[in-house]
T-cell receptor
Framework: NAGVMQNPRHLVRRRGQEARLRCSPMKGHSHVYWYRQLPEEGLKFMVYLQKENIIDESGMPKERFSAEFPKEGPSILRIQQVVRGDSAAYFC???????????????FGPGTRLTVL | AQSVTQLGSHVSVSEGALVLLRCNYSSSVPPYLFWYVQYPNQGLQLLLKYTSAATLVKGINDFEAEFKKSETSFHLTKPSAHMSDAAEYFCAVSEGFGNEKLTFGTGTRLTIIP
């Protein structure tokens, strides 16, 4: 059973360009979480999605950032018009949680390291 | 609102010595608590989790943590440090039951002295 996959592992963009980060959850997992880790800091929650639904986006910046998890294919975190402050590691996690069940473990991918020049 | 405080951003211990990494949490509901380890340029790997069962939780690689409600703590310990334990350790809390987003502490970098 393959783990959570993220690509690309490293992404370099110039200011003003768009960044697209992809996350394929573990097989059988229908819940995806995105976290951002700034240099020398812990991870900060961004968004929680289920298939075709955004459940909690309380950690997403109000502008330029969006996320989706379509019925088919990976989850995508999209950053428009990137700025230097967007440089960070972006981690995706997935879980098999069912509605009403207690917390299941979140399994993390290796991350995408975004560098904005 | 929930939060996590990890005391000591850097901890150094000698190989073979006891490892103690501190974590205190704040949560308005009974918490679910986690310890994750991150090796350089890698993702996070779960060490152990507390989900309201036994208060002493055993994890991988001989790590364990004890949930102390009265102290709002969930400290991570290992009896004998190994060189391969050098990494960044993160404590995290969630409220569970439909609100599973994790709130992380700022991390503790563990260095093992040969």
């Amino acid at each position: 059973n393959a783990g959570v996959m993220q690509n690309p592992r490293h992404l370099v963009r110039r200011r003003g360009q768009e960044a697209r980060l992809r996350c394929s959850p573990m097989k059988g997992h229908s819940h995806v979480y995105w976290y951002r880790q700034l240099p020398e800091e812990g991870l900060k929650f961004m968004v929680y999605l289920q298939k075709e639904n955004i459940i909690d986006e309380s950690g997403m910046p109000k502008e330029r950032f969006s996320a989706e998890f379509p019925k088919e294919g990976p989850s995508i975190l999209r950053i428009q018009q990137v700025v230097r402050g967007d440089s960070a590691a972006y981690f995706c996690a997935s879980s098999p949680s069912r509605q009403g069940a207690s917390t299941d473990t979140q399994y993390f991918g290796p991350g995408t390291r975004l560098t904005v020049l | 609102a929930q939060s996590v405080t990890q005391l000591g951003s850097h901890v150094s211990v000698s190989e073979g010595a006891l490892v103690l990494l501190r974590c205190n949490y704040s949560s308005s509901v009974p918490p679910y608590l986690f310890w994750y380890v991150q090796y350089p340029n890698q993702g996070l790997q779960l060490l152990l989790k507390y989900t309201s069962a036994a208060t002493l939780v055993k994890g991988i690689n001989d790590f364990e943590a004890e949930f102390k409600k009265s102290e709002t703590s969930f400290h991570l310990t290992k009896p004998s440090a190994h060189m391969s334990d050098a990494a960044e350790y993160f404590c995290a809390v969630s409220e569970g039951f439909g609100n599973e987003k994790l709130t992380f502490g700022t991390g503790t970098r563990l260095t093992i002295i040969p």
